[in-house]
């Protein structure tokens, strides 16, 4: 049974269609790639997934609850976390204090905000820290961090509400391709060992084709395709628009062996 289940969705911001009609599913322990060429809608389907955006038509189910039109908070009580292109860290505060803070909302303890509160969920913020790889960097300031290390802390960040689905927004985007193999590759770890979905969107043909299990491709607000990584590199539609679509990209990402490399 799918975890996630999409239909219909439409969105348009005046007479621009920005999204039309996609529909899809994603199961749990499913790390899946929504891809497409600039502007083919990637964000905006993103967006009404978690709340930040009502659809104008379509619904969004999770495990046949319907969370369409739902509020981001809302969308994230009920099971789904989310990062984003750029990281939204607090700089000035500690790794532990910055994945603390969404627990202390996670289990409802925001009224407990006083001076306790650098105790609360500690340990469990550790934990999520060293799945992550950085727990030894746990007392730095968020504001001292190499970039590919803040990537990490959103996405202990992002599993702090112990999300079923978790919405990847360009997750190595700015990273150098040393530290975006590693993150997916954690990605993956995450979603076999937790049992969750993960839907992500990212331009680095080489990150998707080297992790998705499953791949969906947008263009012009529709979804033009849906398959595994090997079928859509040998899907001829999806070759021209990618080589026509000014991106700069040779091929659709190299041909992985085990281990992503």
């Known amino acids: 049974m799918a975890l996630l289940r999409v239909e219909g969705l439409r969105k348009a911001f005046g007479g621009v269609v920005a999204v039309d009609g996609v529909g899809f599913q994603v199961s749990r322990g499913e790390l899946v790639a929504l891809i497409g ?11 009404m997934l978690n709340g930040q955006l ?5 619904r969004v189910f999770l495990e046949d609850e319907e969370i369409t039109g739902l509020s981001p908070r809302q969308v994230w009580r009920k099971g789904v976390g989310r990062t984003f292109q750029i990281t939204a860290t607090f700089p000035s505060m500690t790794v532990v204090e910055n994945v ?14 006083t001076g306790r509160a650098v105790r609360l969920h500690r340990d469990e913020a550790m934990e999520l820290l060293d799945l992550v790889g950085m727990a030894d960097q746990a007392e730095r300031p968020c504001g001292v961090l190499a970039y590919g290390d803040l990537k990490r802390v959103e996405l202990a960040v992002a599993l702090a509400n112990r999300p079923a689905l ?11 391709p040393g530290e975006r193999v590693a993150l997916m590759g954690l990605t993956a770890e995450i979603v076999k060992s937790r049992n969750i979905a993960v839907l ?3 331009h680095d043909m080489d990150v998707v084709f080297c992790n998705a299990d499953r791949i969906l491709v947008l ?6 395709a849906e398959g595994s990584p090997e ?5 001829t539609h999806v070759k021209e628009i990618y080589l026509g679509a000014g991106d700069g990209l040779r091929d659709l990402g190299r041909v992985c062996h085990p281990g992503g490399t």
């Open 200 to 202: 992500f969107t990212e």
């Open 166 to 176: 978790l919405l990847m927004d360009e997750p190595t985007a700015g990273m150098a």
């Open 219 to 224: 263009n012009r607000g529709r979804l033009v």
């Open 231 to 235: 079928a859509i590199r040998e899907n």
């Open 37 to 47: 060429p600039n502007g083919a809608g990637k964000t905006t389907c993103f967006n």
């Open 54 to 58: 009502r659809p104008d038509r379509g």
């Open 100 to 113: 603390q803070m969404p627990l202390i909302s996670h289990h409802r303890e925001v009224y407990r905000f």
